[in-house]
């Protein structure tokens, strides 16, 4: 077996202390996989992965900031356990194979108990490098590989796991992991794990470098390339030479209106140094944003591309309780404004909204609220910080905003497929948001795991009565919602029923689990 114990308690640690995906709502079943976890554990260590039960993940269309939207995932609890266990056995061994900080940039790994990215994100070394270069040299290179994430051919992953010296077969089998989520597909990583961000890595090592063969140096984030030297002709001629190497080694092409020669003094103003660039920054450093690893890391201002942004640092620094409550006037305040004048810079910059977001998730600071719901279309693209941000409010605060939320589900506002999936999991926090009728109909007329969430969290009995009739008769995340919802009966007929299921062949490894968390009342 590939799978190793170690490998598996590291998934659960990342899965636990993360996500298994930026752009869901973290599933309640996991919390039936750590329920079982020996068994789990005993499973996927003597069960080759071929026989283990994968299937295509779920995907949803996400907003980009500057219009457009692009698919993203979420896998089965238990693919992601899986995905995220084999990619932990390569993860050092690409890290090793990478070029130095000052080059590749984006997402250092230096794997611990629960982290592959304990460096953080590497948008400042990006920023710094490129300020570094350019005034160095005459002329910039700017390009992006087109829908890059999409285009990756899973046989060119298996190869560069090897190539690295990964373990045994674990090139192989990720390969035919990934051919198995994509249904036999041989093209296209998941969008949203984490561990997707470590492959994506992994496939641009050659290309970092057949740059660097070309004796000139560049800077790379993600899929972005930038490379410099004082020969505009010189560049062309690698411009031409990398997109030769990228059709004929990856199958990949470059964004055509993203691609581009420049003067560095012209590449400097218009990317890093443009008055909106400044006016970000004052933001960021006015309302104090940072991470547990120090000051706050802008992403790339076209994050609308198709690549993903692992959200492993949205925590800040501990601030005294006191300090907040005496500044929290101001802080709101100051958050208020600033999202005014984020608002006023014409399109989306994530960066910032989300910088604003988290500091008043982390404040608990109400006064932005308001403003954001009223134009929530705006926002959608950060729905996701927007609803965990909403769900970190005091009572008061959550009173005050229901007729705004109330009044959007009745305009129908709020039904694009992303932003569904957010506020039904935020309407299912707490009863507050469900003693409006008009919320309790937009969820029970949502996904059967919201419909379930609320079934339990009102204690719905008939809810639950009739979802016993549709166990058998549904599938997956439909199904274990089902049985979910079977914890507000009472002890006797869910016994009965769950231990009647279980026997059913059609059950998956899953579906039994979560049967034995319910009937072992959902501890968490």
């Not at 995220?84 to 997402?107: D, H, K």
């Not at 490379?227 to 004929?248: K, N, T």
């Not at 109330?406 to 709020?414: A, D, P």
Request: aromatic share 10%.
């Amino acid at each position: 077996m590939v799978l190793t114990d170690a490998s598996l308690e590291f998934a659960r640690n990342h899965i636990t202390s993360f996500y298994d995906t930026d752009f869901y709502p973290k599933p309640f079943e996991f919390h039936a996989l750590w329920h079982s976890w020996s068994e789990v554990k005993s499973y996927l260590l003597g069960t080759p992965l071929a026989s283990a039960h994968t299937t295509n993940p779920r995907v949803l269309p996400w907003a980009k900031a500057r219009g457009g939207y692009r698919i993203v995932h979420q896998l089965e609890p238990l693919d992601s356990l899986i995905y995220t266990a084999l990619v932990y056995l390569v993860a050092e061994q690409v890290e090793a194979a990478r070029m130095l900080p000052s080059i590749a940039c984006s997402y250092r790994i230096e794997v611990d108990d629960n982290s592959y990215f304990s460096k953080g994100s590497g948008f400042p070394a990006y920023r710094e490098s490129c300020e570094n270069l350019g005034d160095v040299y005459e002329y910039v290179l700017s390009t992006d590989i087109s829908d890059f994430y999409n285009q990756i051919y899973l046989h060119r992953v298996g190869n560069v796991i090897d190539s690295v010296g990964g373990p045994d077969n674990t090139g192989r089998e990720i390969e035919n992991f990934l051919s198995r989520l994509n249904n036999k597909a041989s093209q296209g990583i998941p969008i949203g794990p984490a561990a997707s961000i470590i492959l994506a890595e992994a496939i641009l090592l050659d290309v970092d470098q057949f740059i660097s063969n070309h004796h000139v140096e560049h800077v790379r984030y993600v899929d972005d390339i930038r490379i410099f030297s004082d020969s505009e002709e010189q560049l062309s001629e690698i411009l031409e030479d990398l997109v030769v190497y990228l059709h004929d080694q990856h199958r990949l092409g470059l964004v055509s209106e993203k691609t581009s020669i420049r003067s560095s003094a012209q590449f400097l103003q218009e990317e890093l140094q443009n008055q909106f660039q400044m006016e970000k920054l004052d933001i960021l450093n006015e309302i104090e944003a940072g991470n547990q690893y120090g000051a706050y890391e802008p992403e790339r201002d076209d994050y609308d591309d198709d690549y993903q942004e692992y959200d492993e640092y949205e925590s800040y620094p501990e601030l005294d309780a006191q300090e907040d409550d005496d500044e929290g006037e101001n802080l709101g305040a100051s958050l208020l404004d600033a999202l005014i004048r984020a608002r006023n810079f014409g399109y989306l910059d994530l960066a910032v909204l989300r910088a604003i977001i988290r500091r008043a998730k982390h404040g608990q600071i109400a006064e932005i609220a308001e403003t954001i719901l009223e134009d929530i279309e705006f926002y959608i693209p950060v729905i996701n910080d927007i609803c965990l941000y909403l769900v970190s409010l005091p009572p008061p605060s959550i009173r005050k905003i229901i007729p705004q939320l109330s009044s959007l589900c009745q305009e129908n506002r709020i039904n694009k497929r992303s932003v569904r999936v957010w506020m039904e999991w935020l309407f299912t926090r707490d009863t507050l948001f469900l003693a409006d009728q008009h919320i309790r109909r937009y969820v029970y007329q949502g996904a059967t795991a919201s419909a379930a969430a609320a079934a339990l969290l009102e204690g719905n009995i008939a809810w639950s009565k009739e979802a016993k009739q549709k166990v058998l008769t549904s599938a997956s995340w439909d199904r274990r919602a089902y049985i979910y919802s079977l914890r507000v009966l009472s002890r006797d007929e869910a016994e009965k029923y769950l231990n009647f299921v279980k026997k059913n062949p059609s059950l998956t490894h899953t579906d039994k689990w979560v049967c034995n968390w319910v009937l072992a009342g959902c501890p968490t």
